[in-house]
């Protein structure tokens, strides 16, 4: 099986990794193309263009952008696909935006959200957690690719239910980042050992990801997930007065993240 990347970033490079360790004949493209030479490092070859991508590709993984650079990528690919292939959506977007891709594919292409959870961390061991949108078969023949870097696969409905479900993922670990700060602030402001508390905590009911991977978390995407959590929100009519706040919070967190000292002044 051919497979394609679109986006060599920080998720993307490992991937690309895992596919080629794995066997798959891997093709990228990145926009920027000072990736090209850490891509062939990998083992992969370069395309220069997505449609050289798409024609040479069983399977593409968009490992890019959000939903304005979804809506100009997918034309491009949809212009030189194969017939029976498949376009898996690696990128957190809004679940419309993948429905809507998956409703305009030409004949004998299907579109498949398959969105990554446990951060960068998990995707450099190949350990990720795969949510994935799409119909049963499809997914089924998607399998093996997303075996090559993510250890658990859940099948989680139709096209863009995926993104539904990462955007749950993210309303719950950016609201246990913050309430993880709030707790040991507060200890270390009673003179606890933060570090011996943290680690009595992951034995706790109160244990949680973000406490297990404390000072690691860069909160690259906590503004964008949570707009997108918003966004979705608004669309069904939903007040979720809990991640609003965790919203506003997250954005005066993002430059000071585990500096406690400073946390709550």
């Known amino acids: 099986m051919n497979v394609g990347v679109i986006g060599a970033g920080r998720m993307g490079l490992p991937i690309i990794g895992h596919l080629v360790r794995k066997g798959f004949s891997t093709l990228v493209f990145d926009i920027d193309g000072g990736k090209r030479k850490a891509v062939e ?4 070859k370069w395309a220069n263009d997505v449609a050289a991508l798409a024609a040479g590709s069983d399977v593409v993984l968009v490992c890019v952008g ?7 990528l997918f034309p491009q690919l949809a212009a030189a696909s194969r017939r029976g292939a498949i376009h898996a959506v ?11 891709l998956a409703a305009a594919a030409p004949p004998g292409v299907a579109v498949v ?8 961390r998990a995707a450099d061991e190949g350990t990720l957690l795969c949510f994935v949108g799409g119909d049963a078969a499809t997914v ?7 075996a090559a870097f993510a250890s658990d696969i859940v099948h989680t409905g139709a096209a863009g239910s995926a993104q539904v479900a990462k955007a749950a993922n993210n309303l719950v670990m950016w ?7 709030e707790a040991l602030a507060l200890a270390q402001r009673f003179g606890l050992d933060v ?4 680690k009595a905590l992951e034995i706790s009911s109160a244990s949680n990801d973000a406490l297990e991977k404390w000072g690691t978390q860069t909160m690259a995407w906590a503004d964008d997930d949570m707009e997108i959590v918003a966004e979705m929100a608004r669309e069904c009519g939903l007040k979720l007065p809990q991640s609003e706040v965790t919203r506003e ?5 993002k430059p000071r993240r585990y500096k406690l000292d400073q946390y709550g002044k």
Do not use: F, W
Request: glycine share 6%; net charge positive; hydrophobic share 35%.
């Open 195 to 198: 570090e011996k508390l943290r």
């Open 41 to 44: 490092e990998r083992g992969a």
């Open 175 to 181: 609201a246990c980042l913050v309430a993880d700060h």
């Open 249 to 253: 919070i997250c954005r005066a967190l």
């Open 66 to 72: 959000y939903d304005k650079e979804l809506r100009e």
């Open 90 to 100: 690696l990128s957190t977007v809004n679940p419309k935006t993948v429905q809507e």
């Open 113 to 120: 959200d398959a969105t990554m959870c446990r951060g960068g």
């Open 140 to 146: 089924e023949r998607l399998r093996p690719v997303l």
